[in-house]
């Protein structure tokens, strides 16, 4: 279609026109010369519907606004972040829908992020305003779980709650009041509140993330730390893509297009999962595995890579610990401290076979030389030797590598198959398109750290791709969730001053000037990265002068969970679960806080833990009595609030500005700007918790309350809070907003960000990939928000050490533990029957349909699903126990049991009960979910430490509880059945007399 | 009040505007109302009642987008030669007035012709009363004046049965128009 | 051929292309199209736009064998869904009762009237043996934009009329008397009753946008970056390249003969597994379902898409892969205003 010379100069008018007039850029219209594209829309822009007098009228009207907000869904634990245009008209939210204005990361090299957003997103204003939305505080009056309650004024929450914290920090510890952080919330002021608030009370404070069951452990073991991944769009660059336990068209909706582009790039795409999932349907093969199998398949990828010589041994020498040196008499790591007097311990060796001797690796923890450069060295990846020791006597040694390829040589296509249930044909297919990858890239969703034995099995995934150099290569390599840095939250979270002062003050509470004057010359002399000293900074900050706890120790010491794990878990170690356990506390391997008393007081922000814990009819008859207050701050009411004492209503995420978390799929900042005022009385959680400091400050003037020993060292004045929580005076309780700017001050990712223009852009792309411990998983410092980020570069680029034990990607852990249990190396281990001998493995996927709870009882949403939690069987299974599509099924094991609506699916692999998870549990009859019956199984070596890169730090390594090994017994639920086929019969038969 | 029984008849569907009704209806070829009982008084403006058998009524302004409901409606030319079967035809408009069962106030109708049909309000003073019992409705229309049924003295009839998805051209109608 | 109806041709068609191989499944679509379009009580059950897995009953259930036309294209009596049993109402939950207190016993929360159907009931239920040949896949679906459309040749009351400035189809809802043949003539299903404003409702192809030089909602707002936006004619745009030059989106059930301007880029699918576990090389769609949605066009339409991306793979360039690729989204849009406002 040819366009007119006028016609087009009236269409570059138009378009003029209507980027101010619709709020929307106009991207999708492009003709003749380009001209410049507006980079947002205007923040108070306004659309008026044109009147046509006619039917039109009512549509035209819809698509209309008074104000465009930039912003997303900040708190919410969605790993995806995603730029929205907020479209506000009298005061309210009446839609919302992409911004879409990303750009390619290298133009014509990757495909953009646009347009970023999911049906969730796009409907939230359908939870702000939904059934289960708070909007004034209230107050339990009849008994917990009664669904009895009186409205009250904020004055009078907020006096009672203060009051009962002060009475408990007095009789059982500040530790006893304790902070379910859990994984809702943001980067910005809100949340920094809310860390601030809790670490200046001396409260305890939960790390959720093993806990919650999908901390890749694995991951940590083998790179020292579990976060890795670039930006979604390098796995366009790939040629052998393998999506590895994920469902990114389910769970990672906004990046899932990259692979699918991929294909059309010319890659291959394998899915490896039990289910024919929405994300196999695009598969050129779909693999489908036995559960809990992948380690065996991996064991086998792994095998034939190094069988067939397609390992890249350069690559194995310089960056993994296949040629580290091992005693065979004792299956330890041959240390420093046994060949040389005065050697330490955690310095290691590999056979050089130029000089035929073994030499000190450089990069492990104990080594002078942080680096890992081979400097002409050609350290042996097989073989054996003698070596002698500083005593005098000889001992055998061998390598990791030799040690792996005995191990690996049980895994031939042919024993492979036995496990896998996998045929022949299948497994050596893809072994060999792995083995001869240029690019292979493993996609590993934290939902892929479900299974008691998930750590062996991502164990094995990376040994896969540490063979082939894949890991630090661009368009290669894991991709298993990175995160930027953005270290002006931790800092926000701790500075009591503004500025320089108050950088100074939160350094100085982890910091002598001394550690300063000797980090600074450890830098200097390059024999520590940046990366080291924040990594381990930030460690600091999580341990010192805090009550930063590990929950899942917490909920075994306290919530009444254990008697069930002694039981399921029995045979599953070599020594009972609880030896591990008390051994790690007693050495202080895993915190556990608070330390003399269950908690007594539980304030939690949407965490909603009796959702998503296991066992909670054990958390409710066990840890809910001894617990004096339990406060809910959250916009909605979840099963937890239900079970509250306290509900206040948290502003939602169109109502308070922030900052969405920094997952690294995507290379932008998202602010979230406040589009409306929050709803009702609803108040954001800056206001809450200053508000709380306030009135908690007065109470203790008021009874001359001393300071009291916190955590640590810190030493807990009450009576001075509210001066520290406002950082001296500097923010008053409606400045959400203000430390909002200080968090981005303090970032170097974020550098000259203000809040002022993120509302008008929504994003802005990192200005590198920041600095703390968390971001320190990126290891990439020369990007500079230029270019597809590609991770691990620290390491394989430049050459510094792995933050592990032997500074090398760790195939090999000789903590006794694992040798003791036969983990030292990868190995498949069968998936527990937890729950006991039943036919079916429960296994969940996250949702389609929500993001966690959040979405689970919103009714438009609730309308694209069936209305009610489903259980996905395939059709020959639920023929042949007699339930029919849609009806009841009573699922239990010996942990419990429940009811539950089955639905066909021939996605599904018979003998497994698939679900989409996070259900509520006030969606099943007598409210009980699911979790009735899991029990949740903790592996001991997530609890081991002591050496090297074990032992708990914040998000990286802990304890956790595990799903996906579950098994139950279905039958048909009879009487409801027989029950609802009556009412439907009535039902009909009434429609037919009327 | 002058009560005769009418023969009513199907609504051709052969003369339908488009090309879907004629085909797809084309077995539609007898009146689903056979008959209706009409009563007419003129003594004080008009008072017309209409009754026909229905076996089930459709009386809800239901939700669900399947059911049709029961209406009727009397016709009358606003110029002598105006057909009746097509509803007038350009240049020679019919009026009338409609009764559905889920409304409470009669429609004004005026059509030149099929699917030419406008509605509009009644005038104030129009009213139509139903009652549905012993499977027949009864309607009075109370027309105090109606100006071309005061000229033409003349009117026919349609009745809609909805449990039978009758609406619009999908109609039992009197056989022609029929004197006062 | 199509309807009896005399249509002047516009001037330019508004089309969709739709990447089957990229859907995800996610109801972003048709989640974007509801909260703009139809939230009022008497729309509340209807999806402009909706989401179905294929093979499966669709939405409204069996659409596709209750419409105007037979197999051949002849036209038969149509049928319209009901509410609860077809569509599926908008159910409405008891939320007060699931969290409050109240003299009856505490309810979970549910939809009233044990509904058994939805508008996504059969959500991923696919056909075939695990793990041989069980196949699904994501067919998303709005109104066709028919160039002979059954509506409106089914429309008494000419009150839907085919745009001559870009042939988006449109009920004219003043005219409308909620008669339904629109409805029950539709082979697609995509016209709707209003029961509360007494009129049939249809996809407006997001007309007031259009006019802004913004894309539907549906196509703007999907992540998977499937559809394509553009006129069939305009030769430096998507559409035409993807329909007329290679050939690769084709419309749904053209033996209808109604000409819809919705096309799809038909879905490759895994390799199926032999009995003995071994792939087999071939997808396991069967390619007799494909061609009873998508007619014969099918094969050649995926033997160009799988030839291209061998191209692609060889290293060697692809116009065809990388307009799917879609490198740069808002090339996936070329949209004219001007189009669409000159009737205003």
Not at chain 1, 548 to 556: F, G, Q
Not at chain 1, 697 to 711: F, H, I, K, M, S
Not at chain 1, 836 to 853: N, V
Not at chain 3, 60 to 75: F, L, N, Y
């Amino acid at each position: 279609m040819a366009l007119s010379r006028r016609q087009f100069i009236t269409l570059s008018a138009v378009g003029a026109v209507g980027v101010a007039a619709v709020g929307l850029p106009i991207y999708h219209f492009r003709r003749g010369t380009p001209h410049p594209l507006p980079t947002g829309a205007p923040h108070t822009a306004t659309r008026e519907a044109r009147k046509l007098s006619n039917w039109q009228d009512l549509y035209r009207e819809r698509w209309t606004w008074d104000h465009v907000a930039r912003g997303t869904h900040g708190w919410l634990n969605c790993r995806s972040a995603c730029n929205w245009n907020i479209y506000v008209k009298k005061g309210v939210v009446v839609r919302e829908e992409q911004a879409a204005n990303y750009e390619s990361s290298e133009p014509g090299v990757v495909p953009d992020f646009n347009p970023r957003g999911c049906q969730k997103g796009a409907c939230y204003t359908e939870v702000m305003y939904g059934p289960s939305r708070l909007t004034v505080p209230l107050k339990r009056v009849g008994e917990r779980g009664s669904g009895q309650w009186e409205k009250i004024s904020w004055d009078q929450a907020i006096g009672e709650i203060a009051g009962k914290f002060l009475d408990i920090a007095q009789k059982h510890g500040t530790d006893a009041i304790y902070h379910d952080l859990g994984p809702h919330f943001d980067q910005g002021g809100t949340t920094a509140a809310r860390v601030k608030f809790f670490n200046l009370i001396g409260a305890s404070i939960a790390d959720d993330w093993a806990e919650i069951g999908d901390l890749n452990v694995g991951a940590t073991m083998t790179f020292g730390f579990p976060h890795m991944g670039g930006s979604s769009d390098e796995w366009f660059l790939s040629d052998f893509l393998v999506v590895w336990m994920m469902n990114p068209s389910v769970t990672q909706i906004p990046d899932a297009h990259f692979l699918y582009e991929a294909k059309y790039a010319g890659a291959e795409l394998m899915v490896i999962d039990p289910q024919y999932s929405a994300t196999a349907v695009h598969a050129d093969t779909w693999i489908p595995i036995k559960p809990g199998t992948d380690a065996a398949l991996a064991l086998c990828t792994a095998r034939h890579i190094w069988d067939s010589g397609r390992m890249d041994e350069d690559y194995v020498r310089e960056q993994t610990d296949l040629p580290i040196l091992v005693r065979l008499d004792t299956g330890r790591f041959l240390r420093e401290s046994e060949m040389v007097k005065d050697g330490k311990p955690n310095a290691m060796y590999y056979w050089d076979t130029k000089s035929g001797a073994p030499v000190l690796a450089h990069g492990s923890e104990g080594a002078e030389n942080p680096m890992l450069h081979l400097e002409g060295r050609v350290p042996a990846i097989e073989g054996q030797w003698d070596v002698k020791l500083a005593d005098g006597s000889t001992t055998r040694v061998t390598t990791v590598g030799s040690l792996l390829r005995e191990q690996l040589q049980h895994w031939t296509f042919e024993a492979t198959a036995e496990v896998t249930g996998l045929h022949i044909g299948m497994i050596s297919h893809f072994a060999e398109g792995f083995a001869k990858a240029q690019r292979p890239l493993v996609l590993s969703s934290w939902g892929g750290n479900r299974f008691f034995h998930s750590d062996l099995m991502n164990r094995a995934k990376i040994l896969c791709l540490a063979l082939k150099g894949a890991i630090g290569k661009r368009g290669a390599g894991l991709n298993a969730t990175g995160w930027f840095g953005m270290e002006g939250f931790e800092l926000s979270a701790e500075m009591t001053r503004t500025g320089i002062p108050g950088v100074l003050g939160a350094a100085m509470q982890h910091y002598s000037m001394k550690d300063i004057f000797y980090t600074g010359i450890d830098l200097a002399m390059r024999k520590k990265s940046m990366h080291d000293v924040m990594r381990d900074s930030s460690h600091k900050g999580s341990t010192q002068n805090t009550c930063m706890t590990n929950s899942a120790s917490m909920n075994y010491n306290y919530a009444g969970v254990k008697d069930v794990l002694a039981e399921e878990q029995k045979d599953l170690a070599k020594r009972p679960l609880d030896a591990y356990v008390q051994e790690a506390q007693d050495k202080g391997w895993m915190p556990v806080y608070p330390r003399k008393t269950a908690p007594k007081a539980w304030v939690t922000g949407g965490n909603n833990v009796l959702r998503r814990s296991n066992q909670p009819q054990n958390m409710l008859a066990t840890l809910w009595p001894q617990m004096e207050c339990i406060v809910d701050v959250n916009p909605k009411l979840t099963f937890t609030g239900m079970h509250a004492d306290y509900l206040l209503p948290g502003a939602g995420y169109y109502e308070k500005p922030g900052i969405k978390y920094p997952v690294a799929y995507v290379p932008y900042m998202h602010y979230c700007d406040a589009a409306v005022r929050p709803v009702g009385e609803s108040k954001d959680e800056w206001e809450i918790y200053y508000l709380l400091a306030r009135e908690m400050a007065r109470q203790a003037r008021e009874r001359n309350l001393q300071p009291v020993a916190g955590c640590g060292d810190k030493i807990v004045d009450f009576r001075e809070l509210e001066t520290k929580m406002s950082s001296h005076g500097a923010y008053g309780p409606l400045d959400a907003e203000a430390v909002t700017q200080q968090v981005l001050d303090h970032s170097t990712s974020t550098v000259g960000f203000t809040t002022d223009d993120l509302k008008q852009t929504g994003i802005r792309k990192y200005t590198s990939t920041g600095s703390t411990m968390v971001q320190s998983q990126l290891y990439n410092s020369d990007w500079k928000g230029e270019g597809v980020l590609t991770v691990a570069q620290h390491q394989v680029k430049d050459k510094w050490h792995w933050p592990t034990l032997t500074g090398r990607q760790q195939f090999y852990i000789d903590h006794p533990w694992f040798i003791e249990n036969g983990e030292s190396l990868p190995v498949h281990k069968e998936s527990p029957k937890a729950g006991g001998d039943h036919p079916f493995q429960l296994i969940s996927c996250h949702a389609r349909h929500s993001i966690h709870s959040v979405w689970r009882d919103t009714p438009i949403l609730l309308r694209l699903q069936r209305g009610e939690p489903v259980v996905l069987l395939n059709p020959k299974d639920a023929e042949r126990l007699g339930i029919g599509d849609h009806e009841w099924a009573e699922l239990s094991n010996r942990v419990g049991s429940m009811h539950w609506r089955v639905k066909y699916s021939t996605m599904v692999r018979p003998g497994v009960a698939y679900h989409y998870h996070a259900w509520e549990p006030y969606q099943f009859p007598d409210h009980k979910s699911y979790k009735w019956m899991t029990p949740g199984l903790m592996n001991p070596m997530h609890f081991a430490g002591g050496e090297g890169h074990l032992g708990w730090r914040f998000a990286i390594y802990q304890p956790g509880t595990h799903v996906q090994d579950t098994r139950v017994d279905i039958k048909p639920w009879k009487e409801q059945n027989d029950r609802e086929r009556a009412e439907r019969a009535q039902a009909a038969k009434q429609k037919k007399t009327a | 009040m002058n009560t005769r029984s009418i023969k009513l008849v199907v609504a051709p569907t052969g003369f339908q505007p488009g090309g879907y009704i004629a085909k797809a209806y084309a077995d539609r070829n007898t009146a689903l109302t056979g008959k209706a009982d009409v009563g007419v008084d003129t003594a004080n403006g008009f008072v017309i009642s209409l009754r026909w058998k229905c076996q089930h009524p459709m009386i809800d302004a239901s939700d669900n987008p399947r059911q049709f409901i029961d209406a009727c409606a009397l016709l009358v030319p606003e110029k002598a030669d105006a057909p009746w079967i097509t509803m007038g035809a350009p240049g020679l408009p019919v009026a009338g007035v409609l009764w559905r069962a889920d409304k409470t106030q009669p429609m004004a109708i005026r059509a030149e012709g099929l699917g030419s049909v406008q509605r509009s309000e009644a005038p104030n003073n129009w009213k139509a009363e139903s009652n549905y019992a012993d499977g027949y409705w009864r309607v009075t229309f109370t027309l105090p004046q109606w100006a071309p049924l005061a000229e033409h003295r003349q009117f026919a009839i349609a009745v809609w049965q909805g449990a039978q998805s009758e609406r619009a051209g999908l109609k039992s109608i009197s056989e022609g128009w029929l004197p006062l | 051929m199509g309807i009896s109806r005399q249509l002047t041709p516009p001037k330019h068609q508004v089309a969709m292309v739709l990447d089957l191989n990229k859907c995800l499944g996610c109801h972003t679509c048709t989640v974007a199209c509801k909260t703009l379009w139809n939230r009022d009580q008497g729309t509340d059950y209807a999806y402009w736009n909706n989401v179905e897995t294929a093979p499966g009953k669709g939405y409204p259930k069996m659409w596709s064998a209750t419409g105007s036309r037979t197999e051949t294209g002849e036209v038969k009596r149509g049928e319209i869904p009901d509410v609860d049993q077809d569509y599926g109402r908008s159910w409405k939950f008891n939320h007060d009762k699931t969290f409050f207190k109240s003299n009856g016993p505490r309810e979970w929360l549910k939809p009233e009237g044990n509904p058994q159907w939805g508008p996504n009931w059969d959500e991923d239920r696919g056909e075939g043996e695990y793990p041989q040949d069980n196949h699904y896949f994501y067919l998303p679906r709005l109104c066709n934009h028919c160039t002979h459309p059954a509506c409106l040749d089914a429309c008494p009351r000419s009150a839907i009329d085919k745009r001559q400035e870009d042939g988006i189809v449109l009920v004219n809802q003043d005219k409308c008397h909620g008669y339904r043949f629109c409805v029950e003539a539709c082979p697609y299903k995509k016209v709707y009753f209003d029961p509360k404003r007494q009129v049939a409702t249809k996809c407006i192809f997001c007309l007031p946008r259009m006019e802004e030089g913004t894309a539907p909602a549906c196509a703007r707002q999907c992540p998977g970056r499937l559809r394509f936006v553009g006129y069939l004619d305009d030769e430096n745009g998507p559409i035409w390249k993807l329909v007329h030059k290679w050939k690769v989106a084709i419309p749904l059930h053209p033996e209808f003969d109604l000409g819809p301007n919705v096309f799809y880029v038909p879905p490759m699918s895994p390799q199926a597994i032999g009995p003995d576990g071994q792939p087999t090389g071939e997808p396991r769609i069967p390619m007799s379902y494909l061609e009873s949605l998508f007619g014969p066009a099918v094969r050649d339409a995926l033997a160009i898409v799988e030839a291209e991306r061998a191209k692609k793979k060889a290293g060697q360039p692809s116009e065809l892969m990388d307009i799917l690729i879609a490198y740069d989204w808002n090339n996936n849009f070329h949209i004219d205003p001007a189009v669409h406002r000159e009737v205003i």
